[in-house]
């Protein structure tokens, strides 16, 4: 072994210096391929779109060498071949955010684009809101897709909304500064059923924040923004205890509460009217709008209070989060009240089941195209003022829980009840 380490040095042969210069040429050569196809995208896009340019020199990727054809490929290398250009999608990312990328495809965020197909009535919408992505579909498209749904979008010219993480990490910064702002949520998050956003700003765990903005307060001051609470630590599993609809197994104990949860789920036909699960359960299942099991529940529960304890004791946060719940409670037998008006309407013939509902029921999923006044009111009493109350309950706006929820709810089941009996007088007077 002595006589191993200690000995002379084999001078290298003339062929194992031929090979190891082939294959530092080699070597530089591909570094300076790449350098130069990067430089070409530079030269080309500061002319045609120069702001993505300056954008991406600001970003991580420019500053750390991920050029163009990490993302898109090394295919499009002229004006008239912009087709062979890739665009990007989760998996892109996945190759250095293979963790991010992990827990996001575990997220709500993931099932977007699923969720949104699912809708009995979403392909009755314009091209353009849904694949054309000026409505729904603009939001929607944070979700997951197929390779044929992303062909298909590419077929109708929509090229883009395949990346998903650009959603929050926007085009081609893609700043994690940028995404930790609750601003990063406010596009998708605010307005009819969706106005998360409004509520947070107004409450004062927004406006504690908005004044860090400002400088009113510390930059070391406490204030939550969405993502303190349902990106703890930057998961991108985003997940809430509720989930979108507000509904969850197992039934609770309290009988009032569980016969009105069963109207509901009745109402968005999860149920049948004899209270038996119908293959829409699977639906809800596959876009884990809703907790199916008490462990599931109390999992994003227990999260939330974590999330809530950094500043507050645990059994005040247990206690307000309680009193969300309560809220859930009340506004749960308000909408039953209401559907069983509808159902009752159906039942004594006053109002026909539309075409394509599976039951003499109300179908909450289908009202966008609900062919009566009284079936729209009830689509909206559950789809915005329910929503509106419990979600300001949770993010701790009182003006939405009470005035833009509750008090809607509430005026929505007296219409709701002048109406059915102004229908009933009508049959009658025809009769």
């Not at 082939?22 to 300076?32: D, Q």
């Not at 998360?196 to 406006?207: F, N, P, R, T």
Request: aromatic letters at 8%; a neutral charge.
């Amino acid at each position: 072994m002595f006589t191993f380490f200690c000995s002379k040095p084999q001078r290298p042969t003339m062929s194992r210096l031929s090979s190891g210069l082939i294959f530092l040429a080699a070597l530089f050569a591909f570094m300076f391929a790449g350098a130069a196809a990067a430089q070409d995208c530079k030269d080309c896009h500061g002319k045609v779109t120069p702001n993505v340019v300056s954008d991406w020199k600001l970003s991580k990727h420019g500053q750390s060498g991920v050029d163009c054809s990490v993302c898109h490929g090394d295919q499009h290398k002229k004006a008239d071949d912009a087709a062979l250009a890739k665009m990007p999608t989760p998996e892109t990312c996945g190759q250095c955010h293979a963790e991010r990328v992990a827990q996001y495809k575990a997220s709500k965020h993931a099932l977007a684009w699923a969720a949104m197909n699912a809708m009995p009535t979403i392909h009755y919408q314009p091209m353009a809101m849904i694949e054309g992505q000026k409505g729904c579909g603009s939001c929607h498209n944070i979700g997951l897709k197929s390779e044929a749904e992303m062909a298909a979008l590419r077929k109708q010219g929509s090229g883009y909304g395949t990346a998903a993480c650009d959603s929050c990490h926007t085009r081609h910064t893609f700043s994690v500064a940028e995404a930790k702002q609750p601003q990063a949520c406010q596009t998708c998050h605010t307005g009819f059923d969706h106005p998360q956003w409004e509520m947070y700003e107004g409450s004062k765990h927004g406006v504690r924040y908005m004044l860090k903005q400002t400088g009113v307060l510390s930059p070391s001051a406490a204030a939550p923004t969405c993502q303190t609470c349902h990106m703890q630590g930057g998961d991108h599993n985003v997940q809430t205890a509720w989930g979108f609809l507000a509904v969850r197994l197992p039934m609770p104990e309290d009988k009032v509460w569980a016969a009105d949860r069963a109207t509901i789920l009745q109402a968005l036909n999860v149920l049948d009217p004899d209270g038996k699960p119908t293959a829409r359960l699977d639906v809800v299942k596959a876009a884990n709008v809703a907790r199916l099991t008490q462990e599931d529940w109390q999992k994003q529960r227990d999260k939330m209070i974590a999330a809530c304890s950094q500043c507050h004791a645990s059994n005040f946060a247990k206690g307000e989060l309680a009193k969300g719940d309560d809220m859930i409670r009340e506004a749960d037998h308000l909408m039953a009240e209401a559907i069983r008006v509808v159902v009752g309407l159906y039942a004594d013939g006053t109002l026909a089941k539309p075409k394509g509902y599976a039951y003499a029921f109300p179908d909450l999923l289908t009202f966008h195209d609900a062919p009566t006044v009284i079936e729209q009111k009830l689509f909206v009493m559950f789809l915005e003022h329910r929503m509106r109350t419990f979600q300001g309950a949770f993010h701790a706006n009182p003006d939405y829980a009470t005035w833009y929820g509750w008090s809607e709810m509430r005026r929505d089941l007296t219409e709701i009840q002048s109406l059915a009996e102004d229908m009933r007088r009508v049959k009658a007077a025809k009769k």
